[in-house]
């Protein structure tokens, strides 16, 4: 159990509490085909994949790859399946995911990239792609200390050189002033630190 000290340490600790008070939460709403509001641009990209299957239950990724960069390809990320969920890496992102992530993601395992609860998150949307054997639109909104954040995300599966499904294509899109890992890195630390002191609490 934390004890403050001090009266600018005791009021560091009211105010930390305070904050931890505000109301704070996440919804998430899947589904394999678009939701109510999902963006247009992101319709028609499930579309564009959906006629590039050809006669195949699912497009290539060396056959989409090619269309998919002619279109919104600062959102979009080629992510590496072919040793499973737990080794998954991204094989290439656009750049507004990488200003969104605050670095760079090329070659990166999802496990090098996230941690705890967030790493367990991202893992179970790829195996929720593989379980299904198809795409997965995803709406994601969440409330911190009363700032709404959130995004829209569509997972496609694509076939390997085996036949299999050994890629997805990532294309995520941010809501509202969700641009860069400016506007969301300062609540990460505030929930980090709320969780750190419920497990002192304990």
């Not at 195996?127 to 709406?139: I, K, T």
Request: contains cysteine; proline residues 6%; aromatic residues 10%.
């Amino acid at each position: 159990m934390l004890v403050w000290r001090g009266g600018k340490a005791e009021r560091m600790g009211t105010l930390i509490l305070a904050r931890l008070a505000a109301p704070f939460g996440m919804w998430e709403t899947h589904a394999p085909h678009p939701l109510p509001d999902t963006p247009d641009s992101m319709a028609a990209f499930h579309l564009d994949w959906q006629q590039c299957r050809g006669s195949q239950a699912f497009p290539t990724a060396l056959g989409f790859t090619p269309q998919a960069l002619q279109g919104p390809a600062g959102n979009l990320a080629l992510v590496d399946l072919r040793r499973g969920v737990e080794q998954a890496r991204y094989l290439w992102a656009g750049p507004n995911l990488v200003k969104l992530y605050g670095a760079s993601l090329t070659g990166r395992l999802l496990s090098q990239c996230y941690r705890g609860q967030a790493l367990a998150d991202v893992r179970a949307a790829y195996q929720r792609m593989l379980d299904q054997q198809g795409p997965v639109f995803s709406d994601r909104r969440f409330r911190i200390f009363g700032e709404k954040l959130g995004y829209h995300r569509l997972l496609l599966p694509l076939l390997d050189e085996r036949g299999k499904v050994g890629f997805a294509m990532l294309l995520l899109l941010p809501k509202g002033n969700l641009k860069s890992s400016v506007d969301w890195r300062p609540y990460e630390i505030e929930l980090e630190l709320a969780e750190a002191l419920r497990s002192e609490s304990r």
